[in-house]
């Protein structure tokens, strides 16, 4: 492990006080875009160089968040199997640990319990842990024989539902043993940009699920019900509220292009059938090919990967953007979703924050609705900012006033039931005057071809062969020592361990079938045979060496079938 970290201050000052804890476990809290990544991984290098622990585990919320963490690893020369599922038994040798969900935990908490006796763990997100009673159970019973704990979260957090394993609380507070926020992040500049929040005003006209039609802006004071279905009503992809606001926001993502080309924005929408429509809208009102990331899509985690490397101007998601997710490149965001929580609306602030490598004057925008609630949320974020920007003469103004008599619930809204309907919803801009959402002229890239599906390359199944047709499954040129591996090829040296190894295994499967459609036997028998002539149980306990050496074993059984 001979790569260099370089931590930042507050990174350095916190590993220090993880290393001198009294306890197992140890919450670090730091502010989206910080660095809680390195902070962590620096930290299990070290135990692993000092060999304090043998093993680590990694627990995030998402799927896409397990591969995230692995390709973050790789530069820290630590590898993570993101692929890992209780049933694959042990860990090889070659591998340091695995990245998990808390859904798998949960699922199976006695599995993890069995690798973290001398393990390092880290609860990414730990809050997620209270998300099901179930989950904050396995969590405890999975990781409480692990030496070292290490809980991570981009926001201060407080016990709504259930209390978390591993974090101290002073009522209903969770208590950090080291907290990094928003504000000292600015203030330590090109940690975190500073956000800048547009709020839209408008004028909404609903029937509610008792029949009552009602007109009202977002200053009109409503009860907490009428206030959800105001809100609702703006974010109607039928309405005109939603498409002027896009609108708006892609000219600003158009304006940042000029002089950063790869300059994004993300929309936060409140279901996967409602982000389709505002991608519509985009495409509408803006010309632009927006990329849709939603749960239940098998290659939603792809997509975000490509669309973090590439440059298409918007992704629309619902929560699988909402935090942990790196786009360094996203600079705009507009708030299109009637969740309403701070510890949410923080969370998606946060994927704004982000700097980019070597810009200057970096400023990042979120749109929201003017909801007294996300207004007073934004105010609070706001005052950090301009706390931290302010110099000792500057006596510009925030554009963010704080309203006392704002309703601050932070409860997440229920549906309302099925009756509630929008009827319009008009823009306004902070002088009451009506917004234009004519469609921008100059779209910011040509046609987009959208990425294909995963599909399943399993060849079609070939009938069994019959009892009288007899075939030796080892034939006797196989019994003898087990082939050397043919030498890598130049380009293979620079693979990532866990590359390495993945490309291996799909070596060793599409063997494996060939072998299975020539001598008509099944994947199981000749899968047995070659673990057994290789000395392991089953491939996913295979080291990078012993998958090279099964491989060439199924390569010469080939020839000689």
């Not at 809290?29 to 043998?54: D, E, M, S, W, Y």
């Not at 008599?405 to 823009?427: G, H, K, N, V, Y």
């Not at 034939?475 to 043919?486: F, I, Q, S, Y």
Request: with cysteine.
């Amino acid at each position: 492990m001979a790569a260099a970290i370089r931590f930042r201050a507050w990174q350095k000052e916190a590993l220090a006080k993880l290393e001198a804890r009294v306890h197992a476990s140890f919450l670090a809290v730091a502010t989206p875009g910080a660095g809680k990544t390195t902070f962590a991984l620096g930290a299990i290098r070290r135990a692993l160089v000092a060999r304090q622990v043998r093993r680590c585990v990694v627990v995030v919320p998402t799927q896409h968040l397990k591969l995230q963490w692995a390709l973050a690893a790789e530069r820290f020369d630590i590898h993570l199997d993101p692929d890992w599922s209780a049933g694959d038994g042990a860990l090889p040798s070659d591998v340091h640990g695995v990245a998990v969900t808390y859904q798998q935990v949960a699922a199976n908490p006695g599995a993890l319990r069995r690798l973290v006796a001398q393990a390092f763990v880290v609860l990414d997100e730990i809050h997620h842990a209270a998300e099901a009673r179930s989950w904050g159970d396995g969590i405890r019973h999975a990781f409480d024989p692990a030496p070292v704990r290490l809980c991570l979260s981009g926001t201060p957090f407080r016990s709504d539902q259930s209390a978390i394993p591993f974090v101290r609380y002073v009522g209903d507070e969770a208590q950090a043993d080291y907290e990094y926020g928003y504000g000292e992040a600015l203030r330590d500049r090109r940690v975190v940009r500073p956000v800048y929040f547009p709020r839209i005003n408008g004028r909404m006209e609903w029937t509610a699920p008792d029949g009552t039609t009602y007109a009202a802006g977002f200053d009109d004071p409503l009860s907490r019900n009428l206030a959800s279905q105001r809100l609702r009503t703006a974010l109607d992809v039928e309405g005109e509220w939603l498409p002027a606001v896009l609108a708006k926001a892609h000219r600003q993502v158009l304006h940042l292009r000029e002089t950063d080309p790869r300059a994004a924005g993300m929309v936060i929408a409140m279901d996967q059938e409602h982000a389709r429509g505002i991608a519509a809208l985009l495409r509408r009102y803006a010309g632009a090919h927006a990329t849709v990331a939603v749960s239940d899509d098998p290659a939603a985690s792809r997509k975000i990967a490509d669309f973090a490397a590439g440059e298409d101007p918007w992704i629309v998601a619902v929560r699988m953007v909402s935090e942990g997710v790196d786009i360094p490149r996203l600079k705009v965001g507009v708030y299109a979703t009637n969740t309403i929580t701070d510890l949410f609306f923080r969370q998606a602030v946060g994927r704004l924050v982000r700097t980019t490598a070597g810009a200057r004057g970096q400023r990042a925008y979120m749109f929201i609705p003017d909801d007294p609630r996300l207004r007073l949320f934004a105010a609070n974020i706001a005052e950090q900012r301009r706390h931290s920007l302010r110099r000792p003469d500057d006596r510009e103004r925030d554009e963010i006033q704080r309203d006392p008599d704002a309703e601050a619930r932070a409860a997440e809204e229920a549906d309302q039931l099925s009756l509630f309907t929008a009827i319009s919803a008009i823009p306004l801009d902070e002088h009451g005057n009506p917004l234009d959402a004519s469609p921008v002229a100059e779209p910011a890239t040509g046609p987009h071809e959208s990425i294909p599906g995963l599909v399943d390359d399993e060849p079609e199944l070939e009938p069994r062969p019959t009892a009288a047709e007899p075939f030796r499954l080892v034939a006797p040129e196989l019994e003898g020592p087990v082939p050397e591996p043919e030498p890598d090829a130049p380009a293979d040296a620079a693979m990532s361990p866990r590359t390495r190894k993945r490309k291996l295994r799909e070596q060793n499967s599409a063997a494996v079938r060939a072998l299975a459609h020539r001598i008509r036997k099944p994947h199981a028998e000749i899968n047995a045979v070659l673990n057994r002539r290789i000395g392991i149980q089953r491939i996913t306990e295979a080291t990078s060496p012993q998958l090279e050496r099964r491989l060439a074993l199924a390569r010469r059984w080939l020839e000689q079938a």
